[in-house]
């Protein structure tokens, strides 16, 4: 080994190698690259994703599901039945309830009230229950008259 004068400064020239990452996507799309590359005379294509960033469903999707289920279930699905929403409707008369008073004190939404009284709810035992608690009146079950 060599040896060095006091003080004398040595520097090292061995090569150091950079290497470039390649570019990321959100580089790729940026404008100011799709003009470069376009300038330059490269290729550049652009495709069009469907709902591409959003949060919507593809159209179509739950018709798919339905014929799926189809086969093994009926199609029909169960509404509230006539019986049903006359009882709730008159409870809540008797009571001299509005349909939006009802929804507050079972902690529903109007609308779900309004949609059990126009038969076009599908029943739910839960909402069902809280109804016959608030309007002491039975609604699920054999209804004996």
């Known amino acids: 080994m060599p040896t060095r004068p006091m003080g004398a ?3 090292d ?3 150091v190698v950079l290497h470039k990452s390649k570019p ?10 799709i003009n470069q590359a376009l300038r330059a005379g490269a290729h550049v294509e652009t495709i ?3 709902d591409g960033g959003t949060n919507k469903k593809a159209p179509g ?12 279930e009926p199609a029909a699905i169960e509404r509230v039945g006539t019986e049903v929403r006359q009882m709730i409707q008159k409870a809540r008369i008797e009571k001299k309830m509005s349909q939006a ?4 004190r079972i902690n529903e939404r109007p609308q779900v009230v309004q949609e059990y009284e126009n038969g076009k709810a599908v029943p739910n035992q839960g909402v069902l229950a809280k109804m016959e608690r608030v ?11």
């Open 9 to 11: 400064m040595s520097q």
């Open 13 to 15: 020239w061995e090569p």
């Open 24 to 33: 990321k996507s959100t580089t790729l799309r940026d404008t100011k690259s």
């Open 48 to 50: 069009k994703k469907h």
């Open 61 to 72: 999707t739950a018709v798919y599901a339905r014929k799926l289920d189809e086969a093994q």
């Open 101 to 104: 008073e009802l929804a507050k």
């Open 135 to 145: 309007l002491g009146v039975k609604l699920r079950g054999k209804i004996h008259k």
